[in-house]
Nanobody, 115 residues
Framework: QVRLVESGGGLVQAGESLRLSCAASRIVFSITTMGWYRQAPGKQREMVAVIRSSGSTNYLDRVKGRFTVSRDNAKATVYLQMNSLKPEDTAVYYC?????????WGQGTQVTVSS
């Protein structure tokens, strides 16, 4: 069973930074596309950032220039560095693995940004 465990969420003030981590197990991490998604109360889940096995990335327009996704294949971990956080970034952030045609999700980590 694929397992994804997120960490690093918390409560910060606007303008501050957080780094989320997602540790994966029971997959061949190096060939897996990894993504960060978020869901705010009353809203649909949206893609925040994706990083492929090649290292190529995509970002939600609203986070471009503030968020950076990266991966460490040796540690089977994907990161999301979030800078200049805004109150509208408040959400539960989920890690997703696209592995052999299947999607696997972590349990989520809460990020709250106060104004």
């Amino acid at each position: 069973q694929v397992r994804l465990v997120e960490s690093g969420g918390g409560l910060v003030q606007a303008g501050e930074s957080l780094r989320l981590s997602c540790a994966a197990s029971r997959i061949v991490f190096s060939i897996t596309t990894m993504g960060w998604y978020r869901q705010a109360p009353g809203k649909q889940r949206e893609m925040v950032a994706v990083i492929r096995s090649s290292g190529s990335t995509n970002y939600l327009d609203r986070v471009k220039g503030r968020f950076t996704v990266s991966r460490d294949n040796a540690k089977a971990t994907v990161y999301l560095q979030m800078n200049s956080l805004k109150p509208e970034d408040t959400a539960v952030y989920y890690c997703k693995a696209d592995y052999l045609g299947n999607d696997y999700w972590g349990q989520g980590t809460q990020v709250t940004v106060s104004s």
